[in-house]
């Protein structure tokens, strides 16, 4: 079984500049998260899609930040215009059913931004 | 306060020891306890969950959750240099988020 892909896996941009990250879940999962993870912390939600509706995005920079998940199946995220503090990794999941209770989220190897 | 909090380490050990990780979190609605691991430059991986309190024991591995200190630990018996890795404590309440700690770095020396 493919795991989560994710591109690209290395970006490196000048602060207020776009960037684009893509993700394609596992086949047949039905939601599908993106993470912040800021070195030395853990992952932060910041969206959750269950099929193409939105769940959870109450974390998501909305003034930069934007993602959409077309058909239900791939999903990007856009920050437009980066700041420094967005140098971070970008970390996208899925779990077949809705995520609740002990259901396992599977995580991609993530896209490593660097904003100078 | 963060919702959980994660002794930060980093840890260093002899091929053999035995690992302790620990997490303490402020949710008491928090039902379900996971720790992931996180090789470096991939993504977490769930290694064990466990519902409420109690012990959880698989191979090497034991996940602990003393739900009335809110404190939950993980145990590694002798433990391997493919040990090495960050773990990650997570936990989740029943509006299905996850929240995760800050990750304990732990390197086996062999």
């Known amino acids: 079984e493919a795991g989560v892909a994710q591109s690209p896996r290395y970006k490196i941009i000048e602060k207020r500049q776009s960037v684009a990250f893509w993700c394609n879940p596992i086949s047949g999962h039905a939601t599908l998260y993106w993470y912040q993870q800021i070195l030395g912390q853990g992952p932060k939600l910041l969206i959750q899609f269950q099929n193409n509706g939105v769940v959870d995005d109450s974390q998501l920079p909305k003034d930069r930040f934007s993602a959409e998940r077309l058909k239900g199946v791939d999903s990007t995220l856009k920050i437009q215009p980066a700041k420094l503090e967005d140098s971070a990794v970008y970390l996208c999941?899925?779990?077949?059913?809705?995520?609740?209770?002990?259901?396992?989220?599977?995580f991609g190897p993530g896209t490593r931004l660097l904003v100078l | 306060q963060k919702e959980v909090e994660q002794d930060p380490g980093p840890l260093s050990v002899p091929e053999g020891a035995i690992v302790s990780l620990n997490c303490t979190y402020s949710?008491?609605?928090?039902?379900?306890f996971m720790w992931y691991r996180q090789y470096s430059r991939k993504g977490p991986e769930l290694l064990m969950y466990?519902?409420?309190?109690g012990n959880k024991e698989d191979g090497r591995f034991t996940a602990q959750v003393d739900k009335s200190s809110k404190y939950i630990s993980l145990f590694i018996r002798d433990s391997q240099p493919s040990d090495s890795a960050t773990y990650l404590c997570a936990q989740r309440s029943n509006d299905y988020k996850l929240s995760f700690g800050a990750g304990t770095t732990v390197t086996v020396r062999a």
């Open positions: 949710n008491s609605a928090f039902q379900y």
């Open positions: 466990t519902y409420s309190s």
């Open positions: 999941a899925s779990s077949l059913g809705a995520g609740g209770g002990a259901e396992t989220q599977y």
